[in-house]
């Protein structure tokens, strides 16, 4: 089960690029379900994609680099290419109620920086462990607006139907 949500951005962090990051390159066969072919770095996947914009199941494949290419040449809409920023959030906040967590928990929020034709969009996604907690979640005051549920902002659309970045 993969539990996100997306966020546009106000800013970008300092030291972006004192990030870990990966570059990502990806394509959609099936767009309902979405099943879609992956290269991380040097790393390809098959991944599928249940209904649901927050939270969804998910299951990942391995493929090989042939295969992706393969793969690529079948896909419908626009490649995706965009780097992805590993950035560490610290004892993130939630809303009063929710549990307290412990001090030494933290988040990874994956900011994607998107190559063109989706250049300048800049999204940020964090995962969750529950439903309870991502609902819960106060993002940090350099996020701006919640496109969880703008299906514009989900990569399927976007290779699908947009051929560029969202307007803002």
């Known amino acids: 089960m993969e539990i996100e949500r997306k966020f546009t951005l106000k800013s970008l962090p300092d030291n972006l690029e004192s990030y870990p990051s990966h570059h990502i390159e990806q394509v959609y066969l099936n767009y309902n379900p979405v099943v879609r072919a992956r290269k991380q770095d040097d790393e390809y996947y098959l991944t599928y994609k249940g209904s649901g914009m927050m939270a969804r199941d998910e299951s990942n494949l391995p493929l090989n680099e042939v295969s992706y290419y393969h ?88 290779a699908l139907e947009l051929h560029h970045a969202p307007e803002a």
């Not at 896909?75 to 992805?84: F, Q």
């Not at 800049?122 to 496109?147: L, R």
Request: net charge negative; aromatic share 14%; charged share 25%.
């Open 71 to 158: 793969l690529r040449e079948k896909a419908d809409g626009s490649v995706i290419s965009k780097r992805r920023y590993l950035i560490p959030l610290q004892h993130p906040g939630f809303k009063e109620g929710f549990p307290t967590p412990p001090a030494d928990y933290s988040l990874t929020i994956e900011l994607d920086v998107f190559d063109a034709p989706f250049a300048p969009l800049i999204m940020a996604e964090v995962e969750f462990g529950s439903k309870e907690a991502a609902e819960a979640f106060v993002p940090p005051a350099w996020f701006d607006k919640d496109v969880t549920y703008c299906k514009e902002y989900h990569n399927s659309y976007l």
